[in-house]
């Protein structure tokens, strides 16, 4: 099993609608989890953090983490073209490591 | 510009030769990562360091790879006799405190590395 394993898409979702990304890691002592955004040929955005079991919303964007599950989600609710991208989540696993997942790719059909 | 500063944006090199991509990281952050991207692929590891120190190189390839993080100046990574396979994106990242800390990492804008 992967430390952290994403559906890698890609993921087509209309204009408005609602995009759910999910995450699943492999440490359960894991304690900070991060959702990045990745535009083609630009570097990863830190666009959410989560650090306690339920959901933590930031404007159009929710991110949702269960620890017992090892299981992290982001949800993208009204959906704009511009929210396509690849979206990475990353988990420190072992102290010093980031482990990110392979990314899923989303697009946002107008 | 505050942020975490990388150059070249892009290098080529030829087989063989060496590769030497800088690294400054955010005001205020002390800890700085490089990770390497190939194309469809996620973001690895390389290495984890401070101010004259590598924290953590588990990710690093055993040969020609080489990270330094002086006292004075920007974070180095270094490739010697570059080959094929080593064509990627290379980012840097830099947080306020280590990993411990839970803290996030903010990205460079990561220097392409091509080589022919």
């Known amino acids: 099993q992967k430390e952290v394993e994403q559906n890698s898409g890609p993921l087509s979702v209309p204009e408005g609608a609602i995009a759910s990304l999910n995450c699943t890691y492999s440490?359960?002592?894991?304690?900070?989890f991060f959702w990045y955004r990745q535009y083609s040929g630009k570097s990863p955005e830190l666009i959410m953090s989560?650090?306690?079991?339920g959901d933590k919303e930031d404007g159009r964007f929710t991110a949702q983490l269960n620890k017992a599950s090892q299981y992290v989600s982001l949800l993208i609710r009204d959906s704009q073209p511009s929210d396509s991208a690849t979206y990475l989540c990353?988990?420190?696993?072992?102290?010093?490591?980031?482990?990110f997942g392979t990314g899923t790719s989303l697009t946002v059909i107008p | 510009n505050a942020g975490v500063m990388q150059n070249p944006r892009h290098l080529v090199r030829r087989r063989g030769q060496e590769a030497r991509l800088r690294c400054s990281p955010m005001?205020?952050?002390?800890?700085v990562y490089w990770y390497r991207q190939l194309p469809e692929e996620g973001l690895k590891f390389m290495v984890y360091?401070?101010?004259?120190?590598?924290?953590?190189e588990s990710g690093m390839p055993k040969e020609r790879f080489s990270a330094e993080f002086p006292k004075e100046g920007p974070s180095i990574l270094r490739i010697q006799q570059v080959v094929r396979g080593d064509s990627a994106a290379y980012f840097c990242?830099?947080?306020?405190?280590?990993?411990?800390?839970?803290?996030?990492?903010?990205f460079g804008d990561g220097t392409r590395l091509s080589i022919l």
């Open positions: 990242a830099s947080s306020p405190r280590g990993q411990g800390a839970n803290q996030p990492q903010h």
């Open positions: 440490d359960r002592v894991s304690q900070s």
């Open positions: 989560i650090y306690s079991n």
């Open positions: 990353a988990v420190p696993i072992t102290g010093n490591q980031f482990y």
């Open positions: 005001k205020g952050h002390s800890h």
């Open positions: 360091l401070q101010k004259e120190n590598i924290i953590d």
